[in-house]
């Protein structure tokens, strides 16, 4: 069963004109274009950090947003408290959130820590009630990924989607893999990172799998051709006019 993508609800014409363009026709073709990396947004304790260490923490803002103006770019600056502890947060480039954050507010920082200043540059800030643990990231210019993951979020939970198991239950059983369907689903939106290496675990199982099939085919197929038919007293003849004797290996060889 294959669903066209203008079926599913989000998918307007401007994007399914973007998703053509990478080839993706139905709910199919988009959940075999898994994300192209992710962005770990998994909580971790700020003591565990190390200078410059990419961090991402709950914090609550202590501080004004203030918003600094430079002839080329904008910063904005504000201090949050994580437990006891009080932080600088710098962020470039993100002066609408000068209109969603205030003082009070909980909210997760991913970005550098810098440890001795007491400070984090932060990549994205959110409020905490909008938290993912892992971002998908696609690469498609013209869609959000987060806007494609939930398209995606809506095939698997409506089952507008059919995937089909393609290697037998005893080599998954053997192996402790998790099911195709099940795979794809990680692979597009996991919980954690250990969601994403054993998808990642199954879908090389499966290649070796085949691979080793495609080399069985092949040994097979080499035995079953029938040999070459000759004259053997033709053969003798012409080797009797050679002017060398045959070694040991040649003489099996044509004999």
Not at 12 to 18: A, C, F, N, V
Not at 67 to 92: M, P, Y
Not at 133 to 150: C, N, Q, V
Not at 165 to 193: C, G, N, S, W
């Amino acid at each position: 069963l294959e669903i066209k993508l203008q079926e599913i609800k989000g998918i307007g014409p401007s994007m399914l004109r973007i998703l053509r363009n990478h080839n993706i026709w139905s709910t199919y073709d988009l959940i075999l274009n898994y994300p192209k990396s992710y962005q770990d947004f998994t909580i971790v304790s700020l003591d565990k950090a190390l200078d410059r260490d990419t961090i991402t923490v709950q914090a609550v803002i202590s501080t004004e947003l203030v918003l600094q103006r430079f002839s080329k770019r904008e910063r904005i600056i504000f201090n949050a408290k994580i437990f006891d502890q009080t932080i600088e947060v710098v962020v470039f480039g993100r002066s609408y959130l000068m209109k969603q954050l205030k003082v009070g507010d909980a909210i997760v920082i991913k970005g550098v820590y810098h440890l001795y200043k007491q400070q984090v540059v932060a990549a994205a800030v959110m409020m905490l009630d909008k938290k993912v643990p892992i971002k998908a990231i696609y690469g498609i210019e013209g869609i959000y990924d987060r806007t494609l993951s939930t398209i995606v979020q809506s095939i698997f939970d409506d089952h507008k989607v059919s995937i089909f198991e393609t290697i037998p239950k005893q080599f998954i059983d053997l192996h402790h893999l998790m099911p195709r369907a099940l795979a794809y689903q990680m692979l597009h939106l996991p919980q954690t990172v250990d969601d994403i290496h054993k998808a990642e675990r199954r879908f090389k199982y499966e290649e070796a799998f085949y691979l080793q099939l495609k080399l069985i085919s092949k040994q097979t197929s080499n035995h079953a051709r029938p040999p070459k038919p000759y004259d053997i007293n033709k053969v003798k003849d012409l080797i009797s006019e050679l002017p060398y004797t045959l070694t040991k290996d040649q003489k099996e060889a044509v004999n």
